[in-house]
Each structure stands twice: as structure tokens, then as C-alpha cells.
């Protein structure tokens, strides 16, 4: 089974240049020493952090955003 890392498709995938410029997304990070979830715009930037995902997803929600899964 390939690792699904290793395998190059040659596509490239731009959520801002999609047209998604009101969603975001989580991915696992620290900050400060602290483990929790990077709240990052479709352009990649971190907009927030929280140490809870539900409240990370309640506060996308809360700022007009929609959470999207980009796996």
C-alpha cells in the first residue's frame, strides 16, 4: 500500500483561488507549548486556535465561516 504522501498527482489544489474565500479548517497544532487546533483560512493562515475542536468548529460558525474537511 502507498503512503498516501508519496504519491504525486500533479494537481494542485487552492481553496482561495476556488472561490472558498468563507471557509476554514482545522489541523492539529501547538502553540505556546499548548496541543490543540489551529483554525486556518483557505488561503492556509492560522485565524485562531483552540484546545477543544468543538469549540474551534463553534467559533468558524460563530464568525460567518463554514468548516470544511479537506481530507
Avoid: K
Avoid at 476556488?18 to 483560512?41: K, M, N, P, T
Amino acid at each position: 500500500m502507498e503512503d498516501r504522501q508519496s504519491i504525486d498527482t500533479g494537481m494542485e489544489f487552492d481553496l482561495e483561488n476556488w472561490g472558498l474565500q468563507h471557509v476554514a479548517y482545522l489541523r492539529r497544532a501547538e502553540v505556546d507549548g499548548v496541543r490543540g487546533f489551529a483554525i486556518c483560512s483557505a488561503s492556509g493562515q492560522m485565524i485562531g486556535f483552540s484546545v477543544n475542536r468543538n469549540q474551534a468548529i463553534g467559533a468558524i460558525v460563530q464568525n460567518d465561516l463554514e468548516p470544511v474537511s479537506v481530507h
